[in-house]
């Protein structure tokens, strides 16, 4: 089960624990709520009629929050997403692995530029790779991190200062499209 799909399940299923709480709120305050008599009580008993059972309500629409948990606990797969079944999931996951082991891998070398931040921008360099090989774009697989020097610090026989430094990264294996 991927972290999304466990997201979910765990929200509906607060949600529906949310709904019902104040489902049950809701019904024991109108249970509890005290009814007006119907008739005022006479000293004279009246004959009893057989009552005609009584008509249905209409149901009228009533916007707020309790008449949208009604909806809810009425037809939960209208506002809840459909969740994918375990062996879906892993079928999912199983396709995509099988598309990146067919996608065709080169192998080189390419400096990474540095981006505005100094940082270095590998994607760029990638591209460069792939496009080198007759391919669209790509993304980088492996990547090679040096530290070069001038060769008149290295020639002076003492450890170069950083300022005579610069480390380089260079994109060795990249995944092409």
Aim: a positive charge; one cysteine or more.
């Amino acid at each position: 089960m991927t972290d999304r799909t466990a997201t979910l399940l765990a929200r509906s299923r607060s949600l529906l624990a949310i709904a019902a709480a104040v489902l049950l709120m809701v019904t024991t305050a109108y249970q509890a709520w005290p009814q007006a008599a119907s008739q005022p009580s006479s000293p004279v008993p009246q004959r009893a009629e057989p009552e005609a059972p009584p008509e249905p309500v209409p149901r009228r629409e009533n916007p707020g929050l309790i008449n949208e948990i009604g909806k809810l606990l009425e037809n939960p797969s209208s506002v809840l997403p459909t969740l994918k079944s375990p062996k879906e999931t892993i079928d999912d996951a199983a396709d995509a692995l099988s598309r990146l082991a067919k996608s065709p891998g080169v192998k080189g070398r390419v400096i990474c530029p540095a981006a505005p931040n100094g940082a270095p921008d590998c994607k760029l360099a990638a591209d460069r790779l792939c496009q080198d090989n007759g391919f669209r774009g790509g993304n980088s697989l492996d990547v090679d991190t040096t530290r070069s020097c001038s060769a008149r610090s290295l020639l002076s026989g003492r450890k170069p200062d950083e300022s005579e430094c610069r480390t380089e990264t260079w994109v060795t294996r990249a995944v092409c499209q």
